[in-house]
């Protein structure tokens, strides 16, 4: 498709559980990005990639947050022992490198994301 | 870390009425974003401004990246039902770059 595509939309899992999440950039966009939003709230970002290397990792809460990405293309959010407040929805956002401005990228643009809950 | 301060929260506004948002930052930015997002679904990007003191329109949105480049607002004239939503200031740059700095979104309501 031509947008960012994420999956699943929706998850429910138990506390303790690990759950998966995979993002789909729009084809030759080489940043991606994760972010979290919590109910009625901002996003928070979580981590950016550029390629399949992660240069900013610095929003991912805990040690049980991970992520990669294969192929420069798609990227998986992989959360272990889940936690009730790791409920939220995850979102997904690809973008391609302006290399004409520095520590800028071309503008985001955003999956309609996964609802993670965890009872 | 970098915070934006988004206002207003909310705002109930008859259909035809014009409505202004802004966001503050404590930190500068390189380039201001403003986003819309419908229930369910992931932001839309509206505009994006890459200057400070630019000023950009896009159809009855105009929006302008602050002088100090910490500052930015959202204009919408002529409002329509379909406005309503959630809009989102973002920042992007500075000593981070890649990733975007939210407001806390300002929650927009038009009666018909």
């Known amino acids: 498709g031509a947008g960012v595509s994420q999956s699943p939309s929706n998850k429910v899992t138990e506390k303790g559980k690990d759950v998966e999440l995979r993002c789909d950039p729009i084809s030759g966009h080489t940043a991606l990005y994760w972010y979290r939003q919590s109910l009625g709230q901002g996003l928070e970002f979580l981590i950016y990639?550029?390629?399949?290397?992660?240069?900013?990792k610095s929003g991912l809460p805990s040690d049980r947050f991970s992520a990669e990405r294969t192929g420069g293309s798609v990227s998986t959010l992989t959360i272990q022992r889940t936690q009730q407040e790791d409920s939220a929805v995850y979102l997904c956002?690809?973008?391609?490198?302006?290399?004409?401005?520095?520590?800028?990228?071309?503008?985001?643009?955003f999956g309609d994301g996964t609802r993670l809950s965890i009872l | 870390g970098q915070q934006l301060n988004q206002s207003p929260q909310s705002m109930f506004i008859q259909e035809g009425e014009d409505v202004s948002m802004n966001c503050t930052s404590s930190s500068i930015f390189n380039t201001w974003l403003w986003y819309k997002q419908d229930p369910g679904e992931g932001p839309v990007l509206l505009i994006a401004l890459y200057k400070a003191g630019e000023l950009t329109s896009n159809g009855r949105l105009t929006a302008q990246f602050g002088i100090t480049r910490k500052d930015s607002f959202l204009n919408i004239s002529a409002s329509i039902p379909s406005d309503v939503g959630i809009y989102f200031c973002a920042g992007q740059g500075g000593t981070s770059y890649g990733k975007l700095t939210f407001g806390q979104g300002t929650i927009l309501t038009v009666h018909p």
């Open positions: 990639f550029q390629g399949n290397s992660a240069p900013d």
């Open positions: 956002a690809s973008s391609s490198l302006d290399r004409g401005r520095i520590y800028s990228n071309q503008p985001q643009h």
